[in-house]
């Protein structure tokens, strides 16, 4: 809901590590983020099923947004996925083949996971057409209302890419992923058309990198420009 908005959108909390918004404080070794954003990409997995996970779980936050009060139910689903998972994926893994190799095959496949995960969502957001709003310091409001500001913080890319679209589920997609998440992925290029000519009458940005490597390029630019601004 709140894309591209520092300390509300969890995506761009990547600190101290990089610099994703102006907002962020810089430091010198944010310099060189566009060479070592991959190896950060490539720890989400990891850090987000060990560490983050619990953290948003027992400080009931995400960034600085409350979460609503827990039921039962809830504290009961979270602890019993939690358990299952760490069952399936390390504790009989290593009963069957040990501990070297599970770590070895996990990290992989976390790593890779990660990656992946990291590389589709900050393509679609942290390139260099997408707008990094500010609230009213006062109001604490927007100056778009929701859609516009959608529109305005996502970029799409790669979508006349039939395997690229089939691997992600769709979110290359992302304009539409964000302004109908209830449709099923498989409409998206239908609505897409729709989409960009409402945008066209209206005046409205419709934001897209037409191959997957222009999009890579835009975020390798703008890690680099948020390295040394």
Known sequence: MY??????????????????????PRHRAHRFQHLYFG?????????WIFITDYQKYFSRRIGSVALKPMTTNDH????????????????????????IPWLVGFLVMGAVAGFVLSIVFQLAHTVEQTAFPTPHET?????DEWAIHQLRTTANFATDNRLISWLVGGLNFQVEHHLFPKISHVHYPMLS?????????????????????????S???FLKQMGRA
């Open 139 to 143: 109001t604490r409001k927007l100056e």
């Open 193 to 217: 058309k729709i989409i960009r000519q409402t945008c066209a009458e209206f005046g409205l940005p419709y934001q897209e990198y037409p191959k997957m490597r222009y999009a890579v390029a």
């Open 76 to 99: 009961l689903i979270f602890w019993g996925f939690k358990l299952l998972n760490l069952g399936l994926y390390v504790a009989l893994p290593i009963y069957n083949v040990g501990f």
């Open 3 to 24: 894309t591209n908005i520092d300390g509300v959108d969890d995506d761009l909390d990547i600190r101290p590590w990089m610099r994703l918004t102006a907002e962020q």
């Open 219 to 221: 975020h390798v630019a």
């Open 39 to 47: 190896f950060f990409y490539s720890l989400l997995y990891i850090s």
